[in-house]
């Protein structure tokens, strides 16, 4: 039965709760302008009394407890912007069987525990929405479930940490180390007190299941994600890789493939022509290859209160469009098929390898031979510059099998001519 109103209410006040009531406030008579049927913010609950006093609303739509909303009859849609697995998860299982449709931007918990949640409001005859849980602003979880449904994607590569895109960019162009990069974002609000998520890949990691699940129509699994932060990478791999016509991101990048799926978060070097290069600061953009509409991508703030607050809300739209035309099987997901998973050492790169060396005689032959031993082939060698007695080398291989590489790396590092922790970064292919 249709209603003149739908109701939401929202479980957590920080920084995205309060941006989506501050744009609830600021263009609620605009969405509902737009709409045959109003929505109405009901009540908002956090446990932090300064959060709900911030928000500049009636005491009667503030509770320290979310079983006012989760629990509440009146409610239709709940919001939940707590963050972290519990007791997130646990509140939308109990808002799913009390029949309500809830919205999400928690990637960590959709990553972990997206499919059992997505079956359980199949159960109840409601909906899980989760556009903002990838990539902010960004359309991306509605093409990739239904404007690219009759499509097969091969390969999802994603900037999609605005945090550590930012970093790489001021490295760039203000000549910064890594460490004063990072105070910069922290200091600007681009970057958490504590980055660890952002900078280890683990962030970017959670969003790469999401899109590859829907990507793909497979269960992807986190613990199958290789993650590779962050932290190695220093201005001269930036300057360095400039020079040979590249730039550093850290990329998710999710390929289907005959053997199974490869996901992986790591630092690589981008072409300068490749669309993804021109992605600066804080912005985020994921780019699809498929086998129809070949190449997409999608671009634009990937973080932040008020662009994630319009994801937020568009999906509290689509809820409440579903109460309205009475649907009660709105569930739209991929069905997921079991797949096999493609580890690290099997899939093929070229490499990036920066080290010092002892300037003598013999030492680059010493080096030819553990890369033959192996069979890596190497496209260009470049020695940089010497410090005393030391010469700094670049080396670029051409496509290797992960594990080939990884062995003639031990053997390079054998050499007692060669200095320890070269700097190692993947070439995006």
Known sequence: MSKKTVKFGLVGAGTIGKGVVDLYKRNGNLINKNLDFNISLEKVADRDQERLQALDLEAAKLTTDA???????????VIELIGGIEPARSFIARALENG?????????????????????????????????????????????????????????????NGTTNYIFTHMAQDNLSLDKALSEAQRLGFAESDPTNDVEGLDAA????????????????????????????????????????????????????????????????????????????????????????KELMFYGPGAGAMPTATAILSDVVEAARCIQGNISNGVVEKKLEETGFVPIGATEARFYLRFLVEDRAGVFASLANAFADERVSLDMIIQKRSVGDLAEVVLVTHAVKEEAFQRALSKVTEISAIKPDPSVIRLLN
Do not use: C, W
């Open 67 to 77: 079983a006012d909303i989760i629990d509440n009859p009146d409610i239709d849609i």
């Open 206 to 293: 959670y969003k790469l299941v999401i899109m590859a699940q829907l990507a793909f129509g497979k269960k992807a699994e986190f613990d199958q994600v290789y993650i590779e932060g962050i932290n190695g990478v220093t201005y001269e791999d930036i300057s360095y890789a400039r020079e040979i016509g590249y730039t550093i991101k850290l990329l998710a990048i999710g390929e289907d493939l005959p053997e199974g799926l490869a996901l992986r978060v790591h630092p690589a070097l981008v072409p300068l022509e490749h669309p993804l290069a021109s992605v600066l600061n804080e912005l985020n953009a994921v780019f699809i290859e498929s086998e129809a509409a």
């Open 100 to 160: 309500k449709h809830v919205v999400t931007a928690n990637k960590d918990m959709m990553a972990r525990h997206g499919q059992d949640l997505i079956d359980l409001a199949r159960e109840n005859t409601v909906n899980l929405f989760y556009e903002a849980s990838v990539g902010g602003a960004i359309p991306l979880i509605r093409p990739l479930k239904h404007n690219l449904i009759a499509d097969r994607i091969s390969r999802v590569l994603g900037i999609v």
